[in-house]
């Protein structure tokens, strides 16, 4: 069965209605500007905002962010209309929820693009004890330390903070929880954790030219799977003359899935695993050793068998057609699958071809949902221990997170199906499953289990699951970070 979309009410409402009326009294419903050229963001909820809206005061609400980061929309806020629809989605966004709750909205961005400059200007000056910022994005892979050395507040102790709505990523927001603490959160405030969603893209015409389905529906039926994936990319590979599936440049075949070296991991959380995560009772533990984890890597090496070509061990740099540079294979036609991350659409958008996306599969059709993970390096949202407004902060963080899921995200959709081959009703559909079931893996999130996926990829890729000992070798050690961590963050609750 698959989960219900949270946003596809008001998307549907968003791509159907161009305008609606403005409904006075309500704060919570003043109407965009209409000469924007953002004016499909007008689609209205008949819900309203169901906490009171507070008077701040005149509070300027201090985000500090990234200017740009690997090409992805991560601007919290933007200086003026431009007529592109994001930029002025995003700034109607800002400038209504400032008139509902009488705030400014100030973002400060770090100049380099860099996160470790990035997050060494966060703990400078949070260290320093100055109160700079109320909210900061930081990447907490890079510097996991910020945690558990007590940077940031405890969100769970924040009043106002509605983490459980459906404007916040809730499960995001479960799964990152460490002994009753949660420091980071993820909302559509910020784009990232969509725009660096992990997803696979298909060659809408190659499958067409071989007189494949188009898996959308399997996807609706809850039976888009490895092994389905497997069976398309089993037909497509072919050599086409060369002598093997190396790569090369100037060579014919045809490969079933061009993968980034990273796909893996994102395989393994769509199929349902995790390398560490809580437990019904908030235990966290090293989960990686279950015969479901072994069975899924079985399965995944099947499809990730580089010698039979149903996947390629694309190289990392994009359009690199010298390497292999996993969006060149794509872009050039050479393979049917590519695994990437849902801003690839717009780096995607000159290719001949027309294309779609689905989500990563599940590993089998009893698995109840399709779940995405996003990249690991992602800007979490965070309130440094030096803010002095947290009931402001909150409230206007609450309420930008609240307007960005009902008027942001339908326009996000449509701008990422804008580019050439997506625009259609099954592609927003498509999004809307992957995006409504997002999650993160507290292995990957802190690092801990970086050493034993690294260890994992290379046999996936030599297509063998003979992986039980590398995990065995592997996990008191992660087991003895996690126990670290956990002791670290029980001393910084008891410093508070």
Known sequence: MIKKPVFSVFLLAALTISSCADVSGDPSDITPDKNTGADSTAAMTAEAYPYE?????????????????????????????????????????????????????EEITSI????????????????????????????????????????FMNLLDIDGLNLQEDWWDSVVADNATINGCLYTATSPMHLMPYDSAWILFFNRNMMEQNDMELPYDLVRE????????????KAIANLNGDASFVWNKDGNCIYGMSAHSNAGEHFITAAGESFVSNDADGNIAFRADSNRFFNVITKL??????????????????????????????HSG?????????????????????????????YDESQENYRCDFVNACLFYTIPITNTHLTETAAASDYLSYLSSREVIPLY???????KGLR?????????????????????????????????????????????????????????????????????????
Do not use: C
Request: aromatic share 10%; no cysteine.
């Open 112 to 151: 380099e693009e860099d996160i470790t400059v990035h997050n060494q200007q966060i703990k400078e000056s949070i260290l320093s004890a100055d109160d700079l910022y109320d909210v900061v994005y930081a990447s907490i892979k890079y510097t996991p330390a910020m945690l558990t050395d007590g940077y």
């Open 53 to 105: 809206l507070p008077d701040l005061g005149g509070y300027t609400l201090r985000v500090f962010n990234m200017e740009t980061l690997w090409n992805m929309y991560i601007d919290v806020d933007t200086d003026a209309t431009n007529g592109e629809i994001l930029n002025d989605t995003v700034y109607n966004r800002n400038r209504k929820a400032e008139q509902a709750l009488n705030f400014k909205l």
């Open 424 to 496: 259609d009703e099954d592609s927003i559909e498509m999004l809307d499953i992957v995006l409504s079931n997002k999650t993160v893996d507290l292995g990957n999130l802190f690092g801990w289990s970086a050493s034993l996926f690294e260890a994992i990829r290379g046999k996936l890729f030599a297509g063998s699951d003979a992986v039980a000992s590398l995990v065995e070798r592997h996990k008191k050690t992660i087991q003895k970070s996690i126990d670290n961590t956990l002791e670290a963050i029980e001393i910084t609750k008891s410093n508070s």
């Open 413 to 419: 959709y449509e701008n990422v199906v804008e580019q």
């Open 334 to 362: 050479r393979s049917l699958f590519l695994t990437a991350e849902i801003k690839a659409a717009q780096l995607l958008r000159d290719m001949e071809a027309s294309f779609g996306l689905v989500p990563i599969p599940k």
């Open 222 to 233: 809850g039976k888009w799977t490895i092994e389905a994936l497997l069976g398309y990319t």
């Open 301 to 330: 090496a099947g499809l990730f068998d580089t010698s039979a070509g149903y996947s390629l061990a694309a190289n990392t740099d994009d359009f690199n057609a010298d390497l292999g540079g996993y969006m060149h294979v794509f």
